[in-house]
């Protein structure tokens, strides 16, 4: 993105606030996004006195998941920083990764006399059953020499493993075949670097088979996404930022401590976030925080709870603002389109604050079609980060 | 950018013509920039009858030299062609850098009895003493067997070495420790390359030192930001187009050489500008005039200023259009907003007029928040010199 020797020093606080699954169509019968329908009078007039522009997550035409989402946010490209399944599962249910781990999601499936899958999700299996299985490989798998094993349960029949050792490699084959009426695919090493690594696992999942036997309907397990927690520049090396992240959820907590990031106590109520950063504001430099409800409104295709949502946002700016960050930028990871009722490719709106610096354009409103009239234009998402830092006077000039 | 076999000639005659700083952000107090609020009639005529767009000097975010400025207005990817700091000052005071050179800055400073450096500017010397040294350097230094040796006053304690001789090196670290109390640092080649070049500037120094042992404050020498001419293909090569610079300052005519332009007579008054064009207007296909005032005002966060120097280039557009070029772009190197009192990474407004083959647009006036609306839309300056060539017919079809 740029040279490392462009990054200096200040004294600058950045707050890059993220409503999750921002970005919208216009709703069923109605000509507005929920974000154009929604009472903002707060953002709108940042809007007025900042600069808009609409961010492309990933590609033109490529729906984000949150890992990808969120990595274009901090700046990290996500068609180069790619961060495997398994990673982002443990990630997601708050386990702490360390590198060289080796992460995977792992299903409980039903077994056949014969040992054939006939059905590989076990009939999705209630979470409390996945506990008590779960309590039982804790128990009566034993670790190979030199690895620890973390089983933990995720929902329904899906969980994450992961291995802790040296010179573990995650490059395995799923053992899970996608298909039933055929056995578990062995685990299989994709180069010579995860030989070992593969033997092991083989081993661990042996005794998972044996342990689970006797049970029914979840007598297997099927094991898919292995990955190793990358080694990646992390955030304040690249942007010499402290950073700290205020989140509720585990999967965004996940991915800001797998760039580096502080993480802050969880809130409960969003009216609480503006004094969690309170707290680490002498201390940081960049603030990250997280607003899940927008993108869940949208993923249950519900306009009317997506546009309160976000009104409530709008709610707590003043307590943000109160902060006197020098760069403020609100935007989402992705949209998550009410009449899709998931995430999708639109590009999301943007809307950056910073009065000392910015060039005003002729955006009123904080919405999807006035950003696309705004001063940033149409950009990817992850060269947000350079637009933030200039404005908070955090690069030097390039060249003489 | 686009393969040389798209490149074929023609008769068309393109001028760019750079103003420099041009971007800005509303000044103080008011709604609108210098460029917006200066009387240019026959810009705005331009950018009624053309096309605008907002230009990203580098990459969003980062602000340019003078050098990478201009090097994206003239085609060449600034991420990709950099250019060591002492080239650029050797262009900056008009040195004739051939290819091959190794040019670097020095500073005089004080020494101490001990040798350690007392002061690294020795005091801001006087200009006139600063002549009166590199007299006695000139004088005194020996220059090692097959090697030249050119000693350049810059202003007050600055000035130029360059070295010209055969398989020299400047892949050397600066001798500037940074710090006052401690010796200058030795010369040290930075890979193997360069180990040769390193001995022949320390012999080069050692006798430097040897003739400024009695002077007082200037008794020493730092060096820094060694770097050799680089070897880029030149712009006739690449374009197919003979390019001639009209310039008044060094830095801007140091650049146009670096690409191979042919370099016009400085001129004093802008008004001289379009007479020094018409005489190079039949032996040449692309004309760079480069007019340094807005940049001026704008360092001095001078705003009245800006807008006049504006205005005062608006009156020679009649001029320039008189000599028939068939594709006209007015733009700027980057911005320097007025209220920043320094280069910034604002994009910048460009205006291109080319009658026969422009797609017109609903821009009414040059200015920042137009162009933001402009049919070119938000781009990378590299990208501008394929546009220019395109609306001179001067890129062939891509494939059949």
């Known amino acids: 993105m740029f040279p490392d020797t462009l990054v ?3 004294k600058s606080k950045i707050l890059l606030a993220v409503l999750d699954g921002l970005g919208d169509i216009p709703g069923p019968g109605g000509p507005e996004t929920p974000l154009e329908a929604a009472h903002t009078p707060h953002l709108d007039r940042l809007a007025r006195e900042g600069t808009s522009g609409l961010f492309t997550p990933v590609a033109p035409g490529i729906t984000p998941g949150s890992g990808p989402g969120h990595l274009a946010l901090f700046g990290y490209d996500p068609a180069t920083y790619q961060v495997g399944r398994g990673v982002l599962s443990a990630l997601g249910i708050d ?8 992460a995977a999601r792992f299903n409980f499936c039903s077994l056949d006399p014969d040992g054939n899958i006939s059905d590989r999700r076990a009939g999705r299996l209630p979470t409390e059953t996945n506990r008590r299985l779960v309590e039982q490989l804790r128990e009566r798998v034993k670790p190979p020499s030199g690895v620890s094993l973390y089983w933990e349960t995720e929902t329904e029949h899906r969980g994450v493993l992961v291995l802790r050792g040296r010179e573990l490699c995650g490059n395995l084959r799923d053992t899970d075949p996608q298909q039933t009426g055929r056995p578990a695919l062995p685990v299989t090493p994709l180069d010579d670097e995860a030989r070992a690594t593969s033997s092991i696992v083989q081993s661990v999942l042996d005794q998972a088979h044996w342990t ?20 990646w520049p992390n955030f304040r090396e690249r ?8 989140a509720k959820y585990p999967m965004y907590r996940g991915v800001a401590r797998l760039v580096g990031m502080t993480v802050a106590r969880r809130y409960d109520a969003l009216s609480e976030a503006p004094a969690l950063l309170a707290e680490a504001w002498a201390s940081h430099d960049f603030f990250f925080l997280h607003f899940k409800d927008p993108d869940k409104a949208g993923e249950d295709g519900d306009f009317e709870r997506k546009k309160k949502a976000i009104a409530s946002f709008d709610l707590v700016v003043p307590d943000l603002l109160a902060l006197r960050p020098d760069v403020f930028v609100v935007t989402g990871d992705h949209s998550t389109p009410v009449a899709m009722r998931q995430h999708s490719w639109h590009p999301v709106p943007v809307l950056l604050h910073a009065p000392a610096t910015v060039r005003p354009d002729q955006v009123e409103r904080f919405g999807e079609r006035p950003a696309q009239q705004g001063g940033l234009g149409q950009r990817l998402m992850y060269e947000l980060m350079a637009l933030m830092m200039a404005h908070a006077g955090r690069l030097a000039k390039f060249g003489a």
Chains 1, 2 share one sequence.
Do not use: Q, W, Y
Not at 95 to 102: A, K
Not at 239 to 246: N, P, R, S, T, W
């Open 8 to 10: 200096h020093d200040s």
């Open 95 to 102: 386990f702490r990764l360390e590198p060289g781990d080796v």
């Open 212 to 231: 689970l036997k006797g049970e029914h309907p979840a007598n297997g397990l099927l094991i898919r996404g292995f990955a190793t927690l990358p080694r």
């Open 239 to 246: 942007f010499g930022m402290k950073a700290c992240a205020v």
